[in-house]
């Protein structure tokens, strides 16, 4: 089983017939297969929604993955509609409302604290509605790991409580211990790590911090959630999981022996799970040639795919579904809105796309739809449309139809 979505053109062009395009298409099948692979790392094992929060993809994850990592109340209720019990699931985000941690608090999710303000805050309102919170303490460690493109660790950060503040953390964590159920910690090191050794380093960074906690304050915790960024580029590099499960388990095996504590480990990965089992498809409308160049046009862009556009990161990979086959050519492919930020493709070489063709933007399972500017310039949303290799995934009995809207 492949582990990224594929579509013959006869399939392409049944899926553009019957959904019209431009359309998001995400196979269900490679996600599982994605999510299989993930198990070699021997971890409790949680999905980002915010990758893809798509109903039918929640749905799909459930009895696949472990639990969710939610970032808002609207995540945390899309988890709940699609059948997720409030214990599997774990709430991070710096700006986390009144109402969204009494809620968390109120159901039994787990929070993650991004700051001693929180943290106060949390002990406040578990006291007032007399409920213990389950929390891990989400940690800015002061190391820096280059090998995450997207380093979010070890300078000023919005995210997690900085290493030089754990001792006052763990000080708070002991005076509100009767309201404060302490899980363990929490470092999401970034986006974008290809390295096993990178990822190794970050690892080795949060173990010294739980080592640190233990030691010098007494405070031992259960499980350590080592958050996401597990790397997919366009051009087929990604993070071998397997290797990273193997280094991660040596690591952790270390480390009980060393402590004596049956430490377990936790994942919230999102990119590595879902970007190849989707594609975004649009249609050739135009072409034209101006002043060397030729553009390519098509009826979708930056307002439905705003990471196709190399704006967040470097561009992805274009293929040509209708003619795979055809001639190499170097065109300039963007979409149809009224500014230059709006190019998918500039001077790549695909084979030859014309009027009518299908194109796709590969590894566009992930912060795809929910992370663009759909409704710049009034054009219609592209449909979800979700298949299971070769066949379209079923809707479950009582799931809502599959417009736009409904995911
Ligand atoms: C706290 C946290 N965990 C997990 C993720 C998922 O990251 P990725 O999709 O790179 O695996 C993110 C992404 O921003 C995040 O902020």
């Given at each position: 089983?492949?582990?990224?979505?594929?579509?013959?053109?006869?399939?392409?062009?049944?899926?553009?017939?019957?959904?019209?395009?431009?359309?998001?298409?995400?196979?269900?099948?490679?996600?599982?297969?994605?999510?299989?692979?993930?198990?070699?790392?021997?971890?409790?094992?949680?999905?980002?929604?915010?990758?893809?929060?798509?109903?039918?993809?929640?749905r799909a994850l459930r009895g696949a993955v472990d639990g969710l990592d939610v970032a808002s109340l609207g995540e945390l209720e899309r988890a709940l509609a699609c059948g997720w019990a409030p214990e599997q699931l774990s709430f991070a985000g710096p700006g986390k409302t009144p109402l969204e941690l009494a809620e968390a608090v109120a159901r039994g999710v787990l929070v993650s604290v991004e700051s001693l303000r929180e943290l106060e805050d949390l002990a406040a309102l578990a006291a007032t509605h007399s409920r213990r919170a389950r929390i891990r303490l989400r940690l800015n460690p002061s190391l820096r790991v280059q090998a995450y493109r997207v380093a979010m660790t070890g300078g000023?950060?919005?995210?997690?409580?900085?290493?030089?503040?754990?001792?006052?953390?763990?000080?708070?964590?002991?005076?509100?211990?009767?309201?404060?159920?302490?899980?363990?910690?929490?470092?999401?090191?970034?986006?974008?790590?290809?390295?096993?050794?990178?990822?190794?380093?970050?690892?080795?960074?949060?173990?010294?911090?739980?080592?640190?906690?233990?030691?010098?304050?007494?405070?031992?915790?259960?499980?350590?959630?080592?958050?996401?960024?597990?790397?997919?580029?366009?051009?087929?590099?990604?993070?071998?999981?397997?290797?990273?499960?193997?280094?991660?388990?040596?690591?952790?095996?270390?480390?009980?022996?060393?402590?004596?504590?049956?430490?377990?480990?936790?994942?919230?990965?999102?990119?590595?799970?879902?970007?190849?089992?989707?594609?975004?498809?649009?249609?050739?409308?135009?072409?034209?040639?101006?002043?060397?160049?030729?553009?390519?046009?098509?009826?979708?862009?930056?307002?439905?795919?705003?990471?196709?556009?190399?704006?967040?990161?470097?561009?992805?990979?274009?293929?040509?579904?209708?003619?795979?086959?055809?001639?190499?050519?170097?065109?300039?492919?963007?979409?149809?809105?009224?500014?230059?930020?709006?190019?998918?493709?500039?001077?790549?070489?695909?084979?030859?796309?014309?009027?009518?063709?299908?194109?796709?933007?590969?590894?566009?399972?992930?912060?795809?739809?929910?992370?663009?500017?759909?409704?710049?310039?009034?054009?219609?949303?592209?449909?979800?449309?979700?298949?299971?290799?070769?066949?379209?995934?079923?809707?479950?009995?009582?799931?809502?139809?599959?417009?736009?809207?409904?995911?």
């Open positions: 089983m492949s582990t990224r979505l594929e579509l013959s053109p006869e399939r392409a062009q049944a899926l553009a017939e019957r959904h019209g395009t431009p359309f998001y298409v995400y196979d269900l099948d490679v996600l599982r297969a994605r999510v299989g692979r993930a198990r070699a790392l021997n971890a409790t094992l949680l999905y980002a929604v915010k990758a893809n929060p798509n109903l039918e993809v929640l000023p950060s919005p995210f997690g409580i900085d290493e030089e503040e754990l001792p006052l953390a763990a000080a708070a964590l002991r005076r509100h211990a009767q309201v404060l159920d302490f899980d363990g910690l929490h470092v999401h090191p970034g986006g974008q790590c290809t390295s096993v050794g990178g990822f190794g380093t970050a690892v080795a960074a949060t173990l010294d911090l739980t080592e640190r906690l233990h030691r010098e304050h007494g405070l031992v915790a259960r499980r350590v959630n080592f958050g996401g960024g597990f790397g997919v580029l366009g051009d087929g590099q990604e993070l071998d999981v397997e290797a990273a499960g193997q280094r991660l388990e040596a690591m952790l095996t270390r480390y009980r022996a060393a402590t004596g504590q049956a430490l377990e480990a936790v994942l919230e990965l999102g990119r590595w799970l879902v970007a190849p089992a989707g594609l975004y498809v649009a249609r050739v409308v135009s072409e034209k040639r101006s002043r060397g160049t030729h553009f390519t046009v098509l009826d979708g862009g930056l307002n439905h795919h705003l990471g196709a556009t190399g704006l967040l990161g470097p561009r992805l990979p274009l293929i040509n579904l209708s003619r795979p086959a055809a001639p190499r050519v170097t065109r300039s492919v963007v979409g149809p809105l009224c500014t230059p930020l709006d190019t998918l493709g500039l001077d790549v070489e695909l084979p030859e796309p014309r009027v009518g063709d299908l194109l796709a933007v590969v590894n566009s399972g992930a912060y795809g739809y929910s992370f663009s500017p759909l409704h710049f310039l009034g054009h219609a949303l592209p449909a979800e449309v979700l298949i299971a290799g070769d066949r379209d995934e079923p809707r479950p009995p009582g799931a809502p139809p599959r417009s736009p809207a409904a995911s």
